[in-house]
């Protein structure tokens, strides 16, 4: 995942592509894809989308130094499908990599096309000790 400008284009193609789906159940099938690199950015897509599609304010990925992984979102109380731990650190080093975070804490804005519109995702990261969160607001 080094070409940042590759991930941030293909997660925005990804979106396009499953525009027309339910992003849940997306989000519950990634467990199973055996294509981390991948997986992780179709994972994105499907958060993205389905933050959109339910008016969601946040969407947080945790991952903890015991291997666990906790997704949440803000609009009502409820976890969404975990992708599980290894496309959990892929996740997170996508969107690191997509908006060149590379401090232990950090908010930066993503711009973000879908089809024909666009909005700026603010994406905060927090790194402390051996766990890993990444936020994704909705404007």
Known sequence: MKDTANIHLKVQELCDCFASTDPLKGMSDIGRVPEEDEAALKWIALAVLH????????????????????????????????????VGKKVIEAMRAMTHIEKHKETMTLAFGIRNNSMDLKIKSRHEGGDDRITITFP
């Open 51 to 86: 933050g959109i599609n339910s008016n969601a304010e946040k969407i947080s990925l945790t991952t903890t130094s015991d291997g666990k992984v906790r997704v949440s979102a803000e609009y009502r109380k409820g976890e969404l499908p975990s992708p599980g731990p290894a």
